[in-house]
């Protein structure tokens, strides 16, 4: 059972990193394997939106765009389930993130013949916010109608501030264990 987790903080100590920690303590608990993917160490450019707005994402479900994007995508596709985690910048996902997802949004949502590499697989998503937490709901918004228009299955939404730190890590990886648990059932 293989599970994908996804950060996109520039920070490599920070709080997006402690709850991807988590997420795999988490996943591995529950007898998961973990693929660990740091956005911010990657070459992702940004969608083209080719042509009149729609490329080959349209009719073939791929991106042209030949960059790391494209090993990502095939993790995308091997993956069970997915814990996507970024910092709130300006209540939404932070620009990695925004970048990455476009992309695999497009070749994903618009994919509705075949199995789409997402569809019906369970995700985590987290929003780690500063001191305040002002617009962790407007990015866990965001993530949510991002994931459902690609068709994958909500397991949970979590917002984490440094006040809460403590117990929402432990939040984080009693979710992680238990939708690794609950694909395996
Ligand atoms: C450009 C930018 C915008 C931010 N916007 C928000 C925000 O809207 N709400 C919030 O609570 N924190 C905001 N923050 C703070 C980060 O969300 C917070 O520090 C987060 O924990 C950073 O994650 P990291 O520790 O992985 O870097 C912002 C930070 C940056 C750099």
Redesign the pocket.
Known sequence: MKIMII?S???KD????ACSEAAKQGVEAAGGEVLMVRLNDLEISKCQACDNGWGICRSEHKCKIKDDFQELHQFVDEADGYVMVT??????MSEAGKTFTDRLRRCEASNRNGRNKTQDKPFIAIA?????????LT?LSYMDRLFGHMRSERFDLIGI??KNRDYKLDAIRAAAKKMVIGVEA
């Open positions: 950060t903080s520039p920070n920070g709080l997006t990193a910092p709130v910048y300006w209540g939404e780690a916010a500063g001191g305040t937490g002002n617009g962790t990015c501030t440094r």
